[in-house]
């Protein structure tokens, strides 16, 4: 971030909060940045003379007579194929002790994609896992996030899915992650070999939570840059969005404005609109594909984040913690991808959308029965062979380990449904089970 | 013109200092080192106005000009418009350059240099009111009628009328004679303000008849007007959106508009993607023919988003006086009230309930008064069927635009997480929906003629069997299977009959997913048939068995073309597990 000639310098604050410095300046510009006393900031507001400052790195010990400089731009990242590999702050600074990046200099945060100009997803994107291929398949293009607690490994599971995934970049952006596992994916993207197609916007938890707000646009400027440009395929994984969303109620509320629901800013909704909106099939083969986690308080979906959340993107991916199995797995009844059928059939085998319906019902008939249990009702000769069914379904499908190409996923169903069910019982068409029913040994 | 200069900027709220005269809802133009930004003035305090930027407002400074317009933000009306993609301020999305959207670039709306065949209605002579038929032009299949502007005040004389040929829009096609003496040309396109309702007609009568959608837990059980107003809340994932493209796809409708409000915009290109495969099942024609696509997603600026429901419902009103049957879709409203909240936020309104301002409830009355069905000048009729979709924070039918679109739409159809989970689609709740028009005088008349005397009647009795079965439901579950009378029993199966028969629907079949009116209540008199009878089961297990069977006949009757020999012969098999009891 290097300083211009003629730029004039401030030593006035005339107010300062916990997020916020306010001064009198002329000739400033919305959005613009500037440095008060050595921090990053930006315009958030103007009136009249007086202009209020984000500070990013917060606004512990500025004094009132703290040097503010504008620079007379908004944050900009250098973009080329020099990204490539490459680890970043929240200011796009490397932080992997290279050089800086040569390159076209981009405004992040810029306009959106004319909406008429889009193609429909309908590209596969196979990551392996069964409850993602078999039960929501993801489509490039696509927005979806994870919805897990925090004390489940949906790190784990997202640098899984972007290392399987066919694709040409991956970009990371981590919010608010903790230094482990910060290194966590550096290591994975590094023994994967992976280090060539990986771009990473990294912040920290001991770094201001307000950098976070960076990270985003940082990314996702990176990403059009390879989709747009060079019409590439790339992967963008946020996490942890719930951080990213805390930072933006931390702004909003030293900005004094009035909070909606669980204290976030009104306008959370049209925020991250913003970002997950980026993702996009173009018409000349390049895709944005975004991967999001949103961690859950005690799975509760209705708190405003993951509730917007939900809106905006194209379904979710529910980790949950399977008593049965004893493995981590992804819920079938609260997972959906939107775009699922887009490529169901169509790229995968004709019998995909039948046998993840059967499936799924066979499950939630086992579901059932387990409740009957509870309740302690008796329980019939089916719903005993559902519940068997269902723990070598969640084993052997929906664990988040498993790692099979997708016909063999539906060669596993039609195995289950042979040993558990009748032909009559799944309630298949009679041309899908003449083909690929599989007799088993009861 | 008055002019003035920026003095405060909040995000997309800018204060401006002018030097003369301004009004409410004034459009001005803020330049950006060249690049002129469109804004709404919404508030206006001494010699300043507070402005709502419909762009981003990134490197705006303070001092930067600004020229008022004397106009308020309206629309450009003409042929043409059918199967356009406009954003929220109707610039055409298709003729824009690039990939991505630039700031300050404004597209006309109408093509001003295609010929359209022009036939005249009106002869010289003739006196003629505002929104009178001068002419038609064909645009599609549908007559287009050229009228006098609604801008008009007062009678005038047709001096002259344009000869039948082609013409641009910007063609004189006549000249009218005002009360002074005055000629004035009339070109085919006009502009209207949005935010001010379109008159033209004479009277608006309570709406009477009952607009087909071939959804059958509309049309059966809570059928919408035509010139009526509903609306449909739910949690996301509970298909909000597959409804709205049902209804699109099927209403009984001469022109539809869908307004993508605040949403994501892969929905909004499987519209223009599938609509021109799509085959309109009245006409035949491509369905992309009678749409308008008023697209303001979720990441174009929050100011336009008011606006884009605005523009929907001008070009709604525009059709109307044509005497065109409308259907208006605005998905999601609740992104509209946000718009409204986030503005109201900025400009230190003191809030109302969750921070919304305090007029939303007669923002939103306001709004879907202006649908409705209206008889014209000229004796004929047209109408605006409103259905808005509302997203509740968190599936919490209590709060704020919920509560204040219930007191406005007269048609709710809830939308269940519940029935979502169980994957029973469309996820209408049958027991908390509602149409008020099943209780209008003039409605239970339409039905008793167009389908059959006391069809109300079978309604409210098919509702009363859902409820029961849901009484029983819940006592089957506290109670145990054994632990209830065989009646409860029967009671739950006789309402999971009419659920997956009747409310349960396709939508992605191609023979269930659009269900006519005929075939509905077909389907119905043979249910509520089977629900009239009573059954001796032994057990449980019997009855449950029994009922699976009725039903997955049922529904392979349902797949079948109606009176099919395959339809015939499923009707035969149920006749003949209906002996068995």
Known sequence: MSEKAFQRIYTKLTAITKATVSLEAQGVANDELAIVAGRLAQVVKIKDKTVTLQVFGGTEDIPTNAEVTFFGEPPTLNVSDDLAGRFFNAYGEPIDGGPAVEGEKRQIGGP?????????????????????????TLVSGQKIPFFADPDQPYNKVMSMVALRADVDKIILGGMGLSNDDYLFFKNEFESAGALHKIISFVNTTDQPPVERLLIPDMALTAAEYFAVDKNEKVLVLLTDMTLYADALSIVSNRMDQIPSKDSMPGSLYSDLAKIYEKAVQLPDGGSIT???????????????????????????????????????????????????????????????????????????????????????????????????????????????????????????????????????????KEKLIEKYWKAVDK | MTTGKVTGIIANLVTVEVNGPVAQNEICFIDLNGVKLMAEVIKVNGNKASVQVFESTRGLQIGDAVEFQGYMLEVTLGPGLLSSNFDGLQNNLATMEGVFLKRGEYTKALDEEKLWDFTPLAKSGDQVIAADWLGEVKEGWLPHKIMVPFSFEGTYTVKKVAEAGQYKITDTIAVLTNADGEDVNVTMTQKWPVKVAV???????????????????????????????????????????????????????????????????????????????????????????????????????????????????????????????????????????????????????????????????????????????????????????????????????????????????????????????????????????????????????????????????????????????????????????????????????????????????????????????????????????????????NNFEECTAYFKGLINICRQMNYSEYKSEQFEKYLGQLKEELKHE
């Open chain 1, 112 to 136: 959106s994609v004319n909406p008429y100009k889009r193609r429909m997803p309908s590209e596969l994107i196979p990551t392996g896992i069964a409850g993602i291929d078999l039960n929501n």
């Open chain 1, 290 to 428: 975004i991967i999001a986690v949103t961690t859950l308080n005690d799975g509760d979906i209705t708190h405003a984040i993951p509730d917007n959340t939900g809106y905006i993107t194209e379904g979710q991916l529910f980790l949950r913690a399977d008593a049965d199995s004893g493995k981590v797995i992804i819920d079938p009844f609260r997972s959906l991808s939107r775009l699922k059928q887009h490529v169901q059939n169509k790229k995968t085998r004709e019998d995909h959308s039948a046998v993840m319906n059967t499936s799924v019902r066979l499950y939630a008939d086992a579901a059932n029965a387990k409740t009957k249990l509870e309740n302690g009702f008796d329980l019939s000769d089916y719903d005993l062979r559902c519940l068997d069914y269902a723990k070598e379904y969640a084993t052997r499908l929906l664990a988040i380990d498993v790692n099979i190409p997708i016909t063999e996923m539906l060669d596993t169903a039609w195995e289950l449904f042979g040993k558990y069910f009748t032909k009559a019982e799944t309630g298949l």
């Open chain 2, 199 to 537: 008159g033209g007609y004479v009277e608006k009568p309570r709406p009477f008849k009952v607009m087909e959608t071939g959804v059958r837990t509309i049309d059966t059980l809570n059928p919408i007007a035509e010139g009526g107003t509903g609306f449909i809340p739910g949690p996301f994932g509970c298909g909000k959106t597959v409804l709205q493209h049902a209804l699109a796809e099927q209403a009984d409708a001469d022109v539809i508009i869908m307004a993508a409000c605040g949403e994501r915009a892969n929905e909004v290109v499987e519209i223009f993607t599938e609509f021109p495969e799509l085959k309109d099942k009245h006409t035949g024609r491509s369905l992309m023919e009678r749409t308008i696509i008023i697209c303001n997603t979720s990441n174009m600026p929050v100011a336009a988003r008011e606006a884009s429901v605005y523009t929907a419902m001008t070009l709604g009103e525009y059709y109307r006086a044509m005497g065109m049957k409308v259907l208006l879709l605005a998905d999601s409203t609740s992104r509209w009230a946000q718009a409204l909240r986030e503005m109201s936020n900025r400009l230190e309104e003191l809030p109302g309930q969750d921070g919304f301002p305090v007029d939303l409830s007669a923002i939103i009355s306001n709004f879907y008064a202006r649908a409705g069905y209206v008889k014209l000048n000229n004796g004929q009729s047209g109408s605006i069927t409103f259905i808005g979709t509302v997203s509740p924070a968190g599936g919490n039918l209590k709060e704020p635009v919920t509560e204040s679109t219930k007191k406005a739409a007269r048609c709710f159809y809830g939308l269940s997480q519940n029935r979502a989970d169980k994957k029973r689609y469309p996820a209408v709740d049958p027991v908390d929906s509602y149409s008020k028009y099943l209780e209008y005088p003039e409605i239970i008349e339409y039905l008793d003629n167009k389908i059959e005397k006391g069809w109300v009647d079978k309604v409210t009795k098919t509702k009363y069997i859902i409820r029961k079965g849901k009484d029983a439901y819940e006592q089957i579950n506290i109670l145990g299977d054994d632990g209830v009378p065989m009646l409860y029993h029967e009671q739950y199966w006789k309402s999971e009959l009419v659920d997956f028969v009747i409310l349960q629907q396709d939508a992605f079949d191609d023979i269930d997913g659009c269900s006519p009116l005929e075939r509905q209540k077909f389907m119905l008199d043979l249910i509520l048939e089977i629900c009239d009878k009573s059954f001796k089961f």
